[in-house]
Protein backbone atom coordinates (compact mmCIF):
# COMPACT_ATOMS: atom_id res chain seq x y z
CA UNK A 1 0.00 0.00 0.00
CA UNK A 2 1.64 3.32 -1.15
CA UNK A 3 1.62 5.99 1.62
CA UNK A 4 2.72 8.92 0.05
CA UNK A 5 0.79 12.26 0.76
CA UNK A 6 -2.44 12.68 -1.07
CA UNK A 7 -4.77 15.41 -1.13
CA UNK A 8 -8.43 14.40 0.04
CA UNK A 9 -11.69 16.70 -0.28
CA UNK A 10 -15.07 15.61 0.26
CA UNK A 11 -18.17 18.13 0.61
CA UNK A 12 -20.98 16.41 2.29
CA UNK A 13 -24.58 17.26 1.68
CA UNK A 14 -27.69 16.58 3.35
CA UNK A 15 -27.70 15.03 6.74
CA UNK A 16 -26.29 14.09 10.03
CA UNK A 17 -25.31 10.85 8.88
CA UNK A 18 -23.66 11.94 5.79
CA UNK A 19 -21.82 14.00 7.97
CA UNK A 20 -20.63 10.66 10.12
CA UNK A 21 -20.50 9.00 6.93
CA UNK A 22 -17.88 11.88 5.72
CA UNK A 23 -15.86 11.29 8.66
CA UNK A 24 -15.64 8.01 8.39
CA UNK A 25 -14.22 7.83 4.28
CA UNK A 26 -11.55 10.24 6.23
CA UNK A 27 -10.54 7.43 8.55
CA UNK A 28 -10.50 4.92 5.92
CA UNK A 29 -8.69 7.02 3.46
CA UNK A 30 -5.88 8.32 6.35
CA UNK A 31 -3.65 5.29 6.23
CA UNK A 32 -3.14 5.29 2.18
CA UNK A 33 -1.50 8.33 2.84
CA UNK A 34 -4.69 10.77 2.05
CA UNK A 35 -4.75 14.62 4.00
CA UNK A 36 -7.92 16.59 4.64
CA UNK A 37 -7.85 19.68 2.08
CA UNK A 38 -10.44 22.68 2.46
CA UNK A 39 -10.62 23.01 -1.40
CA UNK A 40 -10.99 20.73 -4.52
CA UNK A 41 -8.22 22.30 -5.95
CA UNK A 42 -5.50 20.44 -7.00
CA UNK A 43 -7.27 17.42 -5.03
CA UNK A 44 -6.03 14.27 -5.73
CA UNK A 45 -9.38 12.77 -4.43
CA UNK A 46 -12.54 14.43 -4.33
CA UNK A 47 -15.66 12.47 -2.82
CA UNK A 48 -19.04 14.16 -3.15
CA UNK A 49 -21.11 12.53 -0.30
CA UNK A 50 -24.30 13.34 -1.85
CA UNK A 51 -28.40 13.60 -1.07
CA UNK A 52 -31.47 12.38 -2.14
CA UNK A 53 -33.81 13.55 -0.14
CA UNK A 54 -35.52 16.18 -2.62
CA UNK A 55 -34.55 17.07 -6.12
CA UNK A 56 -32.64 20.19 -5.73
CA UNK A 57 -30.29 18.68 -2.60
CA UNK A 58 -29.83 15.64 -5.81
CA UNK A 59 -28.77 18.23 -8.56
CA UNK A 60 -26.82 20.44 -6.97
CA UNK A 61 -24.50 17.24 -7.54
CA UNK A 62 -24.64 17.52 -11.10
CA UNK A 63 -23.67 21.33 -10.88
CA UNK A 64 -20.53 20.67 -8.74
CA UNK A 65 -19.46 18.32 -10.99
CA UNK A 66 -19.52 20.28 -13.77
CA UNK A 67 -17.30 23.13 -11.75
CA UNK A 68 -15.15 20.28 -10.85
CA UNK A 69 -14.32 19.50 -14.79
CA UNK A 70 -11.65 22.13 -15.25
CA UNK A 71 -9.93 21.61 -12.37
CA UNK A 72 -9.55 17.39 -13.29
CA UNK A 73 -7.88 18.84 -16.66
CA UNK A 74 -5.81 20.94 -14.42
CA UNK A 75 -4.89 18.21 -12.71
CA UNK A 76 -4.16 15.88 -15.45
CA UNK A 77 -0.53 17.07 -15.93
CA UNK A 78 0.32 15.97 -12.08
CA UNK A 79 -1.21 12.89 -10.94
CA UNK A 80 -4.72 13.41 -11.97
CA UNK A 81 -7.80 13.80 -9.81
CA UNK A 82 -9.72 10.84 -9.23
CA UNK A 83 -13.57 11.92 -8.48
CA UNK A 84 -15.80 9.85 -6.51
CA UNK A 85 -19.71 10.36 -5.90
CA UNK A 86 -20.70 8.61 -2.78
CA UNK A 87 -23.99 8.60 -0.33
CA UNK A 88 -27.63 8.54 -1.53
CA UNK A 89 -27.29 9.63 -5.24
CA UNK A 90 -25.25 7.57 -5.88
CA UNK A 91 -27.24 4.54 -4.17
CA UNK A 92 -30.27 5.99 -6.10
CA UNK A 93 -28.68 6.14 -9.74
CA UNK A 94 -25.52 3.55 -9.77
CA UNK A 95 -23.76 3.80 -13.04
CA UNK A 96 -26.13 6.41 -14.59
CA UNK A 97 -24.15 9.33 -12.90
CA UNK A 98 -20.96 8.02 -14.80
CA UNK A 99 -23.11 8.34 -18.42
CA UNK A 100 -24.43 11.18 -17.59
CA UNK A 101 -21.27 12.87 -16.00
CA UNK A 102 -18.39 11.15 -17.41
CA UNK A 103 -15.79 13.01 -15.28
CA UNK A 104 -16.86 10.77 -12.30
CA UNK A 105 -14.74 7.81 -11.87
CA UNK A 106 -16.15 5.95 -9.48
CA UNK A 107 -19.66 5.91 -7.20
CA UNK A 108 -19.92 4.32 -3.97
CA UNK A 109 -23.18 3.15 -1.97
CA UNK A 110 -23.74 4.51 1.39
CA UNK A 111 -23.22 0.89 2.59
CA UNK A 112 -19.92 -0.18 0.91
CA UNK A 113 -17.68 2.92 1.86
CA UNK A 114 -15.20 0.21 3.65
CA UNK A 115 -14.26 -0.94 0.53
CA UNK A 116 -13.15 2.85 -1.11
CA UNK A 117 -9.19 2.14 -0.93
CA UNK A 118 -10.43 -1.25 -3.38
CA UNK A 119 -12.55 1.33 -5.36
CA UNK A 120 -10.08 3.54 -6.25
CA UNK A 121 -7.39 0.86 -7.43
CA UNK A 122 -9.93 -0.01 -9.74
CA UNK A 123 -10.48 3.33 -10.86
CA UNK A 124 -6.79 3.72 -11.66
CA UNK A 125 -6.95 0.37 -13.37
CA UNK A 126 -10.53 0.45 -15.40
CA UNK A 127 -12.41 3.69 -15.40
CA UNK A 128 -16.14 3.03 -15.61
CA UNK A 129 -16.28 -0.37 -13.69
CA UNK A 130 -15.82 0.98 -10.19
CA UNK A 131 -19.10 0.63 -8.62
CA UNK A 132 -20.36 -0.46 -5.56
CA UNK A 133 -24.14 -0.06 -3.81
CA UNK A 134 -24.35 -3.66 -2.30
CA UNK A 135 -26.24 -3.03 1.15
CA UNK A 136 -23.37 -4.49 3.46
CA UNK A 137 -24.03 -2.53 6.34
CA UNK A 138 -22.80 -5.17 9.17
CA UNK A 139 -19.77 -5.87 6.96
CA UNK A 140 -19.11 -1.99 6.64
CA UNK A 141 -19.23 -1.48 10.43
CA UNK A 142 -17.36 -4.40 11.33
CA UNK A 143 -14.30 -2.95 8.82
CA UNK A 144 -14.26 0.46 10.03
CA UNK A 145 -13.54 -0.65 13.48
CA UNK A 146 -13.58 1.73 16.44
CA UNK A 147 -10.83 3.92 15.92
CA UNK A 148 -11.65 7.66 14.77
CA UNK A 149 -9.79 10.69 14.00
CA UNK A 150 -11.49 13.60 15.72
CA UNK A 151 -11.52 17.21 16.27
CA UNK A 152 -13.80 19.53 18.99
CA UNK A 153 -16.31 18.18 21.51
CA UNK A 154 -18.90 16.69 19.64
CA UNK A 155 -19.44 13.71 17.37
CA UNK A 156 -22.09 11.89 15.55
CA UNK A 157 -21.83 8.03 16.28
CA UNK A 158 -24.67 6.23 13.67
CA UNK A 159 -26.43 3.80 15.66
CA UNK A 160 -29.35 2.40 13.52
CA UNK A 161 -29.41 2.79 9.44
CA UNK A 162 -32.24 2.27 6.91
CA UNK A 163 -35.86 2.60 7.13
CA UNK A 164 -38.93 0.22 6.69
CA UNK A 165 -41.77 2.50 7.18
CA UNK A 166 -42.11 3.65 3.19
CA UNK A 167 -43.57 6.90 3.70
CA UNK A 168 -45.23 7.80 0.42
CA UNK A 169 -42.93 10.83 -0.02
CA UNK A 170 -39.33 9.61 1.11
CA UNK A 171 -36.57 8.08 -1.04
CA UNK A 172 -34.61 6.98 2.59
CA UNK A 173 -36.09 2.97 2.41
CA UNK A 174 -35.13 2.92 -1.44
CA UNK A 175 -31.71 4.63 -0.80
CA UNK A 176 -30.20 3.34 2.68
CA UNK A 177 -32.62 0.08 2.93
CA UNK A 178 -33.91 -1.94 5.44
CA UNK A 179 -34.01 -0.98 9.15
CA UNK A 180 -30.68 -2.22 10.76
CA UNK A 181 -29.33 -1.64 14.84
CA UNK A 182 -25.38 -1.99 15.10
CA UNK A 183 -25.05 -4.29 18.33
CA UNK A 184 -24.49 -2.73 21.68
CA UNK A 185 -21.21 -3.43 21.89
CA UNK A 186 -19.92 -2.03 19.05
CA UNK A 187 -21.43 1.55 19.87
CA UNK A 188 -20.14 1.36 23.52
CA UNK A 189 -16.88 0.46 22.52
CA UNK A 190 -16.81 3.05 19.32
CA UNK A 191 -18.01 6.02 22.06
CA UNK A 192 -15.83 5.19 24.56
CA UNK A 193 -12.86 5.68 22.17
CA UNK A 194 -14.58 9.34 21.65
CA UNK A 195 -14.78 9.56 25.12
CA UNK A 196 -10.64 9.20 25.74
CA UNK A 197 -10.19 11.51 22.35
CA UNK A 198 -11.89 14.48 24.80
CA UNK A 199 -15.58 14.07 23.17
CA UNK A 200 -18.04 15.77 25.90
CA UNK A 201 -21.38 15.44 23.55
CA UNK A 202 -22.22 12.39 21.58
CA UNK A 203 -25.32 12.96 18.67
CA UNK A 204 -27.11 9.09 18.65
CA UNK A 205 -28.07 8.28 14.82
CA UNK A 206 -30.45 6.55 12.75
CA UNK A 207 -33.04 7.14 9.97
CA UNK A 208 -35.74 6.02 12.80
CA UNK A 209 -33.17 6.09 15.85
CA UNK A 210 -35.84 5.06 18.21
CA UNK A 211 -37.00 1.97 16.54
CA UNK A 212 -33.63 0.84 17.57
CA UNK A 213 -33.09 -2.57 18.79
CA UNK A 214 -29.82 -3.96 18.70
CA UNK A 215 -27.46 -7.12 20.10
CA UNK A 216 -27.30 -6.87 23.82
CA UNK A 217 -23.84 -6.44 25.70
CA UNK A 218 -22.04 -9.92 26.02
CA UNK A 219 -22.94 -11.54 28.80
CA UNK A 220 -26.60 -9.87 28.54
CA UNK A 221 -28.15 -12.27 25.73
CA UNK A 222 -30.44 -12.57 28.43
CA UNK A 223 -31.98 -9.56 27.54
CA UNK A 224 -32.89 -9.53 24.06
CA UNK A 225 -32.54 -6.63 21.89
CA UNK A 226 -32.05 -3.29 23.39
CA UNK A 227 -34.19 -0.68 22.84
CA UNK A 228 -33.02 2.83 22.46
CA UNK A 229 -33.64 4.27 26.01
CA UNK A 230 -31.64 1.54 27.54
CA UNK A 231 -28.86 2.12 25.08
CA UNK A 232 -29.03 6.28 26.00
CA UNK A 233 -28.72 4.78 30.19
CA UNK A 234 -25.98 2.85 29.20
CA UNK A 235 -23.82 5.70 27.21
CA UNK A 236 -24.48 7.91 30.00
CA UNK A 237 -22.66 5.94 31.91
CA UNK A 238 -19.01 6.47 30.37
CA UNK A 239 -16.96 8.45 31.71
CA UNK A 240 -16.24 11.50 30.66
CA UNK A 241 -19.54 11.53 28.27
CA UNK A 242 -21.72 14.78 29.25
CA UNK A 243 -24.27 15.24 26.78
CA UNK A 244 -26.64 12.75 25.01
CA UNK A 245 -28.81 13.26 22.29
CA UNK A 246 -30.47 11.18 19.62
CA UNK A 247 -31.90 11.76 16.17
CA UNK A 248 -33.99 11.19 13.94
CA UNK A 249 -37.05 9.63 15.44
CA UNK A 250 -40.57 8.69 14.12
CA UNK A 251 -43.73 9.13 16.33
CA UNK A 252 -44.57 5.24 15.89
CA UNK A 253 -41.50 3.74 16.95
CA UNK A 254 -42.19 6.29 20.67
CA UNK A 255 -42.06 3.61 23.52
CA UNK A 256 -42.63 4.74 27.17
CA UNK A 257 -39.20 3.05 27.99
CA UNK A 258 -37.64 6.36 25.80
CA UNK A 259 -40.04 8.69 27.25
CA UNK A 260 -38.81 7.76 30.68
CA UNK A 261 -35.62 7.96 29.77
CA UNK A 262 -35.91 11.58 29.71
CA UNK A 263 -37.00 11.96 32.97
CA UNK A 264 -34.26 9.63 34.67
CA UNK A 265 -31.18 10.28 32.49
CA UNK A 266 -30.15 13.74 33.14
CA UNK A 267 -27.35 14.04 30.23
CA UNK A 268 -29.84 13.36 28.20
CA UNK A 269 -30.40 16.43 26.49
CA UNK A 270 -33.73 18.15 26.83
CA UNK A 271 -34.53 18.55 23.24
CA UNK A 272 -36.15 16.40 21.26
CA UNK A 273 -36.96 16.16 17.33
CA UNK A 274 -39.62 14.31 16.36
CA UNK A 275 -41.11 15.11 12.61
CA UNK A 276 -44.52 14.74 12.50
CA UNK A 277 -44.67 16.20 8.51
CA UNK A 278 -48.17 17.05 8.68
CA UNK A 279 -51.19 17.84 10.90
CA UNK A 280 -54.04 16.70 8.90
CA UNK A 281 -55.49 12.81 9.25
CA UNK A 282 -56.04 12.59 5.52
CA UNK A 283 -52.49 13.89 4.72
CA UNK A 284 -50.92 11.75 7.31
CA UNK A 285 -52.89 8.53 5.76
CA UNK A 286 -52.21 9.20 2.05
CA UNK A 287 -48.13 9.58 3.67
CA UNK A 288 -48.31 6.48 4.98
CA UNK A 289 -47.44 7.70 8.80
CA UNK A 290 -49.43 5.06 10.82
CA UNK A 291 -50.41 7.62 12.95
CA UNK A 292 -53.24 10.08 13.28
CA UNK A 293 -52.30 14.14 14.69
CA UNK A 294 -53.61 13.15 18.10
CA UNK A 295 -51.18 10.26 19.04
CA UNK A 296 -48.36 13.01 17.93
CA UNK A 297 -49.77 15.47 20.07
CA UNK A 298 -50.29 12.97 23.06
CA UNK A 299 -46.34 12.06 22.88
CA UNK A 300 -45.76 15.71 23.11
CA UNK A 301 -47.67 15.85 26.36
CA UNK A 302 -46.40 13.00 27.91
CA UNK A 303 -42.81 13.83 26.99
CA UNK A 304 -43.78 17.54 28.80
CA UNK A 305 -45.28 15.46 31.98
CA UNK A 306 -41.84 13.59 32.55
CA UNK A 307 -39.80 16.55 31.29
CA UNK A 308 -40.89 19.82 31.95
CA UNK A 309 -38.53 22.12 30.03
CA UNK A 310 -38.33 19.57 26.92
CA UNK A 311 -37.79 21.83 23.88
CA UNK A 312 -38.95 20.27 20.72
CA UNK A 313 -38.38 20.54 16.99
CA UNK A 314 -39.90 18.99 14.42
CA UNK A 315 -40.31 18.22 10.33
CA UNK A 316 -42.97 19.40 8.11
CA UNK A 317 -43.69 19.17 4.41
CA UNK A 318 -46.45 21.16 2.65
CA UNK A 319 -47.94 20.62 -1.03
CA UNK A 320 -48.12 16.81 -0.18
CA UNK A 321 -50.47 15.50 -3.35
CA UNK A 322 -54.44 16.53 -2.04
CA UNK A 323 -53.18 18.78 0.58
CA UNK A 324 -56.53 20.91 0.80
CA UNK A 325 -56.36 24.53 2.41
CA UNK A 326 -58.25 22.94 5.17
CA UNK A 327 -55.73 20.14 5.18
CA UNK A 328 -52.95 23.17 5.55
CA UNK A 329 -54.82 24.64 7.78
CA UNK A 330 -54.72 21.91 10.29
CA UNK A 331 -50.48 21.62 10.27
CA UNK A 332 -50.69 25.65 11.20
CA UNK A 333 -53.13 24.44 14.34
CA UNK A 334 -50.80 21.54 15.04
CA UNK A 335 -47.97 23.83 15.10
CA UNK A 336 -49.93 26.31 17.18
CA UNK A 337 -50.32 23.79 19.68
CA UNK A 338 -46.94 22.45 20.26
CA UNK A 339 -45.28 25.35 20.04
CA UNK A 340 -42.00 24.50 18.41
CA UNK A 341 -38.23 25.93 19.85
CA UNK A 342 -37.18 25.21 15.82
CA UNK A 343 -38.59 22.96 13.17
CA UNK A 344 -37.91 22.75 9.35
CA UNK A 345 -39.61 22.77 6.72
CA UNK A 346 -40.29 21.97 3.46
CA UNK A 347 -42.45 22.05 -0.41
CA UNK A 348 -43.20 18.66 -1.25
CA UNK A 349 -40.58 17.54 -3.84
CA UNK A 350 -41.85 14.44 -6.15
CA UNK A 351 -39.27 11.48 -6.06
CA UNK A 352 -38.55 9.40 -8.61
CA UNK A 353 -39.99 6.21 -7.39
CA UNK A 354 -42.07 6.98 -4.27
CA UNK A 355 -45.51 6.39 -4.49
CA UNK A 356 -46.18 10.10 -4.01
CA UNK A 357 -44.52 10.60 -7.39
CA UNK A 358 -47.48 8.87 -9.21
CA UNK A 359 -50.44 10.69 -7.30
CA UNK A 360 -52.73 12.12 -9.73
CA UNK A 361 -53.18 15.74 -7.50
CA UNK A 362 -50.26 16.98 -7.32
CA UNK A 363 -49.88 20.95 -5.61
CA UNK A 364 -49.32 23.57 -7.91
CA UNK A 365 -45.56 25.29 -7.13
CA UNK A 366 -46.86 28.63 -6.06
CA UNK A 367 -49.71 27.16 -3.79
CA UNK A 368 -47.23 25.54 -2.24
CA UNK A 369 -44.97 28.82 -1.97
CA UNK A 370 -47.49 30.30 -0.55
CA UNK A 371 -48.08 27.63 2.66
CA UNK A 372 -44.33 27.43 3.22
CA UNK A 373 -43.98 30.86 3.81
CA UNK A 374 -46.91 30.69 6.28
CA UNK A 375 -45.85 28.12 7.79
CA UNK A 376 -42.01 29.37 7.96
CA UNK A 377 -43.82 32.77 9.29
CA UNK A 378 -45.39 30.99 12.09
CA UNK A 379 -42.56 28.77 13.18
CA UNK A 380 -40.09 31.28 12.97
CA UNK A 381 -42.33 33.55 15.92
CA UNK A 382 -41.84 30.61 17.55
CA UNK A 383 -38.46 30.12 17.43
CA UNK A 384 -37.69 33.58 18.47
CA UNK A 385 -40.27 33.49 21.50
CA UNK A 386 -38.41 30.37 22.84
CA UNK A 387 -35.23 31.83 22.04
CA UNK A 388 -36.46 34.94 24.28
CA UNK A 389 -38.01 32.86 26.96
CA UNK A 390 -34.55 32.13 27.58
CA UNK A 391 -33.58 35.74 29.07
CA UNK A 392 -32.52 36.09 32.68
CA UNK A 393 -32.15 32.54 32.84
CA UNK A 394 -28.75 30.34 33.76
CA UNK A 395 -27.85 27.96 31.18
CA UNK A 396 -25.20 24.94 31.22
CA UNK A 397 -23.05 25.98 27.87
CA UNK A 398 -20.93 23.55 26.34
CA UNK A 399 -18.02 25.48 24.59
CA UNK A 400 -17.00 24.15 21.15
CA UNK A 401 -14.45 26.62 19.67
CA UNK A 402 -13.80 30.31 19.57
CA UNK A 403 -16.33 32.94 18.59
CA UNK A 404 -16.00 34.96 15.66
CA UNK A 405 -15.12 38.00 17.54
CA UNK A 406 -11.54 38.18 19.62
CA UNK A 407 -12.30 36.80 23.37
CA UNK A 408 -15.40 35.42 21.93
CA UNK A 409 -16.49 31.50 22.75
CA UNK A 410 -19.21 29.65 20.95
CA UNK A 411 -20.92 26.95 22.24
CA UNK A 412 -24.47 25.30 22.60
CA UNK A 413 -27.60 25.31 25.68
CA UNK A 414 -29.38 21.72 26.66
CA UNK A 415 -31.43 23.25 23.45
CA UNK A 416 -28.70 23.17 21.04
CA UNK A 417 -29.50 26.60 20.58
CA UNK A 418 -25.80 28.38 19.89
CA UNK A 419 -24.41 30.37 22.82
CA UNK A 420 -21.36 33.40 22.66
CA UNK A 421 -19.60 34.84 25.70
CA UNK A 422 -16.52 36.54 26.17
CA UNK A 423 -14.33 34.26 28.24
CA UNK A 424 -11.47 32.63 28.31
CA UNK A 425 -9.99 30.02 25.70
CA UNK A 426 -9.99 27.57 28.28
CA UNK A 427 -13.30 27.01 28.77
CA UNK A 428 -13.04 25.15 25.49
CA UNK A 429 -14.46 21.49 25.63
CA UNK A 430 -16.09 22.52 29.43
CA UNK A 431 -19.64 23.28 30.63
CA UNK A 432 -19.80 26.50 32.05
CA UNK A 433 -22.76 28.60 33.34
CA UNK A 434 -24.18 31.30 31.24
CA UNK A 435 -26.54 33.81 32.07
CA UNK A 436 -28.36 34.86 29.24
CA UNK A 437 -28.94 38.14 28.52
CA UNK A 438 -30.03 38.54 24.90
CA UNK A 439 -31.50 36.19 22.17
CA UNK A 440 -32.37 36.67 18.48
CA UNK A 441 -34.00 34.20 16.04
CA UNK A 442 -30.26 31.78 15.88
CA UNK A 443 -28.59 32.48 18.80
CA UNK A 444 -28.41 33.56 22.56
CA UNK A 445 -25.49 35.37 24.36
CA UNK A 446 -25.05 36.48 27.92
CA UNK A 447 -22.25 36.26 30.26
CA UNK A 448 -20.41 33.56 32.36
CA UNK A 449 -21.13 32.65 36.07
CA UNK A 450 -19.02 30.42 36.54
CA UNK A 451 -18.14 26.43 35.38
CA UNK A 452 -20.16 23.02 36.46
CA UNK A 453 -19.27 19.51 35.59
CA UNK A 454 -21.96 17.96 35.20
CA UNK A 455 -24.65 17.33 32.14
CA UNK A 456 -27.79 19.79 33.16
N1 LIG B 1 -40.26 16.34 -0.27
C1 LIG B 1 -40.10 17.27 0.69
N2 LIG B 1 -39.56 17.00 1.89
C2 LIG B 1 -39.15 15.73 2.13
N3 LIG B 1 -38.61 15.17 3.21
C3 LIG B 1 -38.39 13.87 2.95
N4 LIG B 1 -38.79 13.58 1.70
C4 LIG B 1 -39.28 14.72 1.18
C5 LIG B 1 -39.86 15.06 -0.07
N5 LIG B 1 -40.03 14.14 -1.03
C6 LIG B 1 -38.37 15.90 4.46
C7 LIG B 1 -39.16 15.29 5.62
C8 LIG B 1 -38.11 14.58 6.40
C9 LIG B 1 -36.91 15.47 6.17
C10 LIG B 1 -35.59 14.84 6.45
O1 LIG B 1 -37.01 15.80 4.80
O2 LIG B 1 -39.72 16.34 6.37
O3 LIG B 1 -38.43 14.46 7.78
FE1 LIG C 1 -38.41 8.58 5.16
FE2 LIG C 1 -40.62 8.06 6.58
FE3 LIG C 1 -38.48 6.45 6.79
FE4 LIG C 1 -38.39 8.93 7.82
S1 LIG C 1 -39.77 7.27 8.47
S2 LIG C 1 -36.79 7.94 6.59
S3 LIG C 1 -39.60 10.09 6.36
S4 LIG C 1 -39.72 6.74 4.97
Known amino acids: MSTTRKRLFIKTYGCQMNVYDSERMKDVLTPLGYESSDTPDGADLVILNTCHIREKAAEKVYSELGRLRPLKDEK???????????????????????????????????????????????????????????????????????????????????????????????????????????????????????????????????????????????????????????????????????????????????????????????????????PVQSGSDTILKAMNRQHVAADYLATIARLREVRPDIAISGDMIVGFPGETDADFEATMELVRQVNYASCFSFKYSKRPGTPGAAMFNQIDEGVKSQRLAALQALLDSQQVAFNESMIGKTLPVLFEKPGRLDGQLHGRSPYLQSVHVDGPAELIGQIAEVAIETASRNALSGRLVGTKRSAA
Open 76 to 274: AASGGMTIAVAGCVAQAEGAEIMRRAPVVDLVVGPQTYHKLPELIAQAHRAKGEALDTEFEVEDKFDKLGSDRQVEGYSAFVTVQEGCDKFCTFCVVPYTRGAEWSRPVDQIIAEIRALAAKGIREVTLLGQNVNAFHGAPPSGREADGAWGLGQLVRHVALIGGIERIRFTTSHPRDMDEDLIQAFADTPKLMPYFHL
